[in-house]
């Protein structure tokens, strides 16, 4: 089964949000428990966390690969809602909002909800353009002859 553009942005998030993960969990674990109001320092508790999201990503991966219809629209409704971190960051670093962590973690979570959305009107372009998991910009199709 061959994968197109649409399909491969969604698992690279999807790898690439994994390994962030796993990279906050490892130089930054106290931000990690803060943010994600883990009780404690407990190890066991964090890869815990860490194996039910890796358990959803390699669920979620099947889908997409398998072109799964319903996968598609709850990404999709997902990434959108992505665009809600945009102000909720903001407002948390001007301190109107009780922040859930560190200022750099605000930031991230601002950046990647706006990596969603992108990925998202990315999706959305793709279906327009021939369906669900309908690969974004150009046509995967031969270019039409020229005439003359």
Do not use: C
């Not at 950046?111 to 793709?126: D, K, N, P, R, T």
């Amino acid at each position: 089964m061959r994968i197109n553009r649409t399909q491969a942005l969604v698992l690279g998030f999807s790898l690439g949000a994994l390994v962030t993960l796993v990279g906050l969990l490892v130089a930054a674990p106290g931000e990690f428990d803060e943010a994600l109001r883990l009780p404690g320092h407990d190890r066991r508790t964090e890869l815990g966390f860490l194996s039910a999201i890796s358990a959803l990503i390699l669920v979620l991966g099947v889908g997409v690969v398998r072109r799964w219809r319903w996968m598609f629209w709850l990404i999709l409704v997902a990434f959108l809602a992505g665009l809600l971190r945009v102000p909720a960051t903001l407002l948390q670093v001007a301190g109107l909002l009780p922040a859930t962590g560190r200022t750099w973690y605000a930031l991230l979570q601002g950046a990647v909800g706006l990596v969603q959305f992108s990925i998202a009107l990315a999706m959305l372009s793709g279906f327009r353009r021939s369906g669900v998991w309908g690969a974004f910009g150009r046509s995967e199709l031969k270019p039409p002859r020229r005439a003359g």
